[in-house]
């Protein structure tokens, strides 16, 4: 059975109006990056972290999914056994545009973790201040559920797990700099690399397509690809 696993970061939603930290310097949302995402900031200042994710939670209420989150849907729904959907991505503009059964590997913004129980629960949009306490084991200890650096991400087994049986890998919108995917791609027989530019840490000669252009001019060439795949076997 021909296994396609389709892995997105950033540039995935970029084009829904969801700014990314790795485009501005090392600020996101003026804010510097350690200090809102790193386990050491969270210790320095616990309700800095807690606001910047509230916000960025309501920020993303009103965004919508663009053309690439709507081509992997499509081809989710179309071969739900034989694709994965992972992302980098917090949002939640896959589910809005259909997807299902999408593994966030960094968490996702919508959800609230607690510390004691580790149980993780939905939330919406909402502001953490309106929890006073985990549903499961009643503690007071809440907190966003994003990975921060600094912290296991626990899915990334799921990843390499998913990489050992992937026949196709298609990387849409990341730079490289977290994940190896370059790496990757060495493992599975075809892959397909589409960024907005070249980054220096992703090797696009073990690519067997890359296209560098936007995430939603080039999801119509790769579903073509993918679609091609599972009806030859190769691409």
């Not at 296994?3 to 950033?10: C, E, M, P, Q």
């Not at 309106?130 to 994003?146: A, D, I, T």
């Not at 990489?163 to 790496?183: A, F, R, Y």
Request: hydrophobic share 35%; proline share 3%; glycine share 6%.
């Amino acid at each position: 059975m021909n296994k396609v696993l389709i892995l997105s970061g950033a540039g995935l939603s970029a084009e829904s109006g969801i700014r990314t930290f790795r485009s501005n310097n090392g600020m996101w949302e003026e804010h510097n990056v350690m200090e809102v995402c790193s386990v050491q900031g969270f210790i320095q200042d616990r309700q800095l972290v807690l606001d910047f994710y509230d916000k960025r939670r309501k920020d993303i209420s009103d965004k919508l999914p663009n053309d690439s989150h709507f081509m992997i849907s499509g081809l989710k729904e179309k071969y739900p056994g034989n694709i994965t959907v992972m992302t980098q991505n917090v949002d939640d503009l896959l589910e809005k545009s259909g997807c299902k059964e999408v593994i966030h590997l960094h968490g996702k913004l919508r959800e609230l973790k607690c510390e004691v129980c580790g149980n993780e629960f939905d939330i919406e949009y909402r502001s953490i201040k309106e929890f006073s306490e985990c549903p499961e084991c009643k503690s007071h200890s809440l907190r966003h559920n994003v990975v921060m650096f600094g912290e296991p991400a626990p899915m990334y087994q799921r990843l390499y797990n998913e990489l050992m049986k992937t026949d196709l890998l298609v990387i849409i919108g990341t730079s490289g700099e977290v994940l190896p995917v370059s790496q990757f791609a060495s493992y599975t027989r075809y892959s397909i690399l589409n960024n907005l530019d070249k980054s220096f840490a992703i090797d696009d000669s073990i690519f067997t397509y890359t296209f560098y252009e936007r995430a939603t001019t080039a999801a119509s060439k790769i579903k073509k690809i993918i679609s091609e795949y599972f009806e030859t076997g190769k691409i």
